[in-house]
């Protein structure tokens, strides 16, 4: 299992919480956790890119359950 981001954990935790919306934290969660890692060890524009998404999409999902600003 790739390192674990702050973001990712908190994600998991809202997700085991029992948020209504804990299948699409944990799957985001897990996705920017993998692209972290393929960032971290490749860092080509590709894996870039894709952490880029991971973190977004991450990132819009955590504000959308809990309210925090984007």
């Known amino acids: 299992m790739?390192?674990?981001?702050?973001?990712s954990k908190k994600m998991r935790k809202?997700?085991?919480a029992g948020h209504d919306r804990g299948t699409e934290?944990?799957?985001?969660?897990?996705?920017?956790d993998e692209a972290?890692?393929?960032?971290?060890?490749?860092?080509k524009v590709d894996q870039m890119q894709t952490f880029l998404?991971?973190?977004?999409?991450?990132?819009?999902?955590?504000c959308?359950?809990?309210g925090e600003a984007l």
């Open 2 to 7: 790739a390192k674990e981001t702050d973001l």
């Open 14 to 16: 809202l997700a085991r």
């Open 25 to 32: 934290l944990y799957l985001a969660a897990t996705a920017l």
């Open 36 to 43: 972290t890692d393929d960032y971290a060890t490749g860092r």
């Open 53 to 62: 998404a991971a973190w977004s999409k991450a990132r819009r999902v955590w």
């Open 64 to 66: 959308e359950c809990t």
